[in-house]
């Protein structure tokens, strides 16, 4: 892999291997000179978006009650849930479900489970991996936790962390531990219990508390560290959190790009400078807009708010063109292992901004059809034909993930694993 005047490397060696496998039939005779299909079934690499439009649909509720944490009421998919759902999972692998707590438990003691539950499992069913979002933040606290004495409020914090992890167990075992941690004790735009904690507390010990909470509740749990702020002051949030003993398992990273695309240049150098912790990157939150750009001096991107803010047929060009080479920087990088793009439609889109790869009536803008191409077409092993050698065996290589093998009616998966050559020895009897 080399880089070219500091910018990100073009190489994605890094995210193949290659499985030479011998294929034997029921009795172990070797299989030769005989033509084997093979596919590609999943990438390893974590291709995500928030699951968010389809919750209501994955519960069969007619019509759609779409969730609050959506900003908005309108049917996201023009009215077929299962036209959105069909979009949603020919791009992607992950999905993130919002557990924002005054939303998930506006009334004490009464948390959305059923619902969320049957939604994870859904996506599940369809072979999505399911990420919850967030376990502890201080926006969308619930207010009747700010009504408690701080003693009373952290052990609220605890019980409810504890609960969810465990509640979930099994088919979310992947959490945003706590989200946005680096303005968390300096946070002013409203009064809640969790602010106040870390007031008294600080960072680390905020952390810690979601962290520990998690893992008691769920050793085998993957928790993230999420933030938008990827300035120096996140860096120090997470080498003091290191440093204090808490176990991290991944770094999230967010970056709603509503002002223009950061660049391959920029992108890049957040990625190494948080590489450096030698711990796994997540770009968990990111966006392009396909319309006007909020205007630059804007700081707090909540603080825009037009009447109006369509997509343009310029914009559009630009997203597309911006999409893949944001993907592409990402992918190229060896400590990222997922994506998650916020919003398939623009009729659920945060701040109501034209980020979506789908316009509100559901039809596919061009950035759709551009990701498309590098997930199922440049990153994927199409479906095709392979003849064994002499001694029964073919070589599969691509993208690191799961490749199905068939022959005669017979058939069997196997993992093609990231920088790795493995030999297997498989049965496909007819």
Request: proline content about 6%; overall charge negative.
């Amino acid at each position: 892999m080399t880089t070219v005047a500091g910018r990100a490397p073009t190489s994605l060696d890094h995210r193949r291997g290659r499985t030479t496998v011998t294929v034997v039939d029921n009795d172990g005779t070797l299989i030769p000179h005989t033509d084997v299909r093979i596919e590609q079934v999943s990438h390893e690499f974590g291709f995500g978006s928030i699951g968010f439009d389809l919750i209501d649909f994955a519960n069969e509720q007619t019509p759609p009650r779409h969730d609050a944490a959506a900003n908005s009421g309108v049917d996201a998919s023009g009215g077929d849930g299962a036209t959105l759902a069909k979009d949603w999972f020919s791009l992607f692998n992950m999905a993130t479900l919002p557990f924002y707590w005054a939303r998930f438990e506006p009334t004490q003691g009464h948390p959305d489970t059923k619902r969320l539950l049957a939604a994870a499992r859904w996506f599940a069913r369809h072979g999505v991996s399911v990420k919850g979002h967030p376990l502890l933040w201080h926006t969308l606290a619930p207010p009747w936790l700010l009504e408690m004495p701080e003693s009373q409020a952290e052990s609220a914090m605890r019980a409810r962390i504890g609960r969810d992890v465990a509640d979930f167990a099994g088919v979310i075992d992947h959490w945003d531990a706590i989200n946005e941690p680096v303005i968390l004790p300096s946070f002013t735009a409203e009064a809640n219990a969790v602010t106040r904690l870390a007031q008294s507390e600080g960072w680390v010990e905020t952390v810690r508390l979601a962290f520990e909470s998690a893992r008691a509740a769920n050793p085998s749990a993957r928790l993230v560290i999420n933030d938008f702020d990827l300035s120096p002051e996140y860096e120090r949030v997470i080498s003091e959190c290191l440093e204090a003993g808490i176990q991290i398992d991944a770094i999230g990273l967010q970056t709603h790009m509503h002002q223009g695309y950061r660049g391959e240049d920029e992108v890049w150098e957040i990625l190494e400078r948080f590489a450096r912790f030698g711990l796994p990157l997540q770009m968990t939150e990111t966006s392009l807009v396909s319309g006007n750009l909020m205007p630059a001096h804007i700081v707090d991107l909540n603080d825009f708010t037009p009447a109006s803010w369509p997509s343009t047929a310029q914009g559009e060009a630009r997203q597309a063109d911006e999409i893949v080479r944001h993907y592409c920087t990402l992918v190229a990088h060896p400590a990222v292992e997922s994506v998650t793009y916020w919003g398939l439609s623009d009729a659920t889109a945060w701040l109501g901004a034209p980020s979506g790869l789908l316009r509100p009536d559901g039809s596919r803008k061009p950035a759709f059809d551009s990701l498309h191409g590098l997930i199922k077409g440049e990153w994927w092993h199409a479906p095709g034909v392979e003849r064994t050698d002499e001694a029964g065996r073919l070589r599969v290589q691509g993208f690191a993930g799961t490749y199905r093998i068939s022959h005669r009616g017979s058939k069997t998966d196997i993992t093609v694993e990231a920088g790795r050559e493995r030999h297997l020895r498989v049965v496909l009897g007819a």
